[in-house]
């Protein structure tokens, strides 16, 4: 018996492989700009790529049913609490 697919599920897969691109196509534009890959790249790739990746979180966001501005901001809230953490060598980073 094939397992019940969930409603959405398509969707959601296909917007996490998306989002994994976009992520890729970044990562990608980054190396480029700080001289890590073959060819050079323009800051302006790198730019118009993390706001690929902004969108397309936000779209998978909605697509997992996910409250994303919510999420975002307890999570700035656990992370600042943390405080700041020093190196090894006793420096804050």
Known sequence: M??????????????????????????????????????????TAVEEELADVIITAYVTAAAFDIDIDTVIAHKVDTVLARGWRENEAGEER
Request: aromatic share 8%; net charge positive.
């Open 2 to 43: 094939a397992p019940t697919r969930v409603p959405g599920q398509e969707e959601r897969v296909r917007q996490v492989l998306a989002l994994a691109e976009e992520t890729g196509e970044f990562v990608q534009a980054a190396r480029r700009f700080l001289g890590l890959a073959r060819r050079r790249g323009a800051f």
